[in-house]
């Protein structure tokens, strides 16, 4: 798919989603044929952080982790969460880092951006700010945040490379990635793997570890680490398969455990 089609892509399928949680009492994931209970989305935000946000930035959440939880923020920080969606990661952030810090929210979608900024009234949170951008071209001066989170978008991208030398270019020095992403451990067939991608939520592909982990280094990132937090099984993507068509039980063993959702932490090196 080429770079711009994918964009289209992508900003359809958000599009629509962020329509869906504003006209109906329905939360994204059954936009796109996924039982709410999926194994992806679901059970990522605890009932405390839930109670925090409003109700549509929730629904809104179409992640495949909680990078807020494991990205260790602190009062005072500056997060910028690629690709925000309808806030939630955000809004979460901004509590976290207090009103000596800040929360920046970027994403491309007018709908999206739309639904967090009502999100973010609701809220009352004022150390908030959402820009309207790409993840590989980010509205922000170098060396601005401390930290940048993702919530499953960098797989989205056509560029991921350039995704990543942008994420460590707006950076201050020792600053640091704490993203949650899909990413495939091993070799998979090209078929199987186009076929769970699209299950998953994918558009463009998630990375292999082993390149995921290399494309961090080139970009110039230290302290490389990716943590396994859900580990998906033929079984979780047995109904979407047979729809398309798949024989879940003869590929279960091209699959089985080889797609996870992942915590990704890296650092940019302090210059001494």
Known sequence: METEQLKQSVKQRYGAAARQVSTSNSGCCGSFGQDCGD???????????????????????????????LAELVPGETVLDLGSGGGIDVLLSARRVGPTGKAYGLDMTDEMLALARENQAKSGLTNVEFLRGEIDNIPLPDNSVDVIISNCVVNLSADKDRVLREAFRVLKPGGRL?????VVRGAVPAQIRRSVELWIGCV??????????????????????????????TKDARAFLADAGIDADAIAPEIDGKFMSAFVRARKPVVR
């Open 39 to 69: 194994p992806i989305t679901s059970n990522l935000y605890s009932e405390n952080e839930a109670a925090l946000l409003p109700e549509t930035a929730v629904k809104a959440s179409l992640g495949c982790g909680n990078p807020t939880a």
């Open 178 to 182: 704490a993203i949650s992403d899909v």
């Open 204 to 233: 463009a592909g998630a990375l292999e570890e082993s390149d995921y982990q290399h494309k961090l280094d080139t970009a110039g990132f230290t302290a490389i680490g990716i943590e396994p937090t859900r580990i998906y099984q």
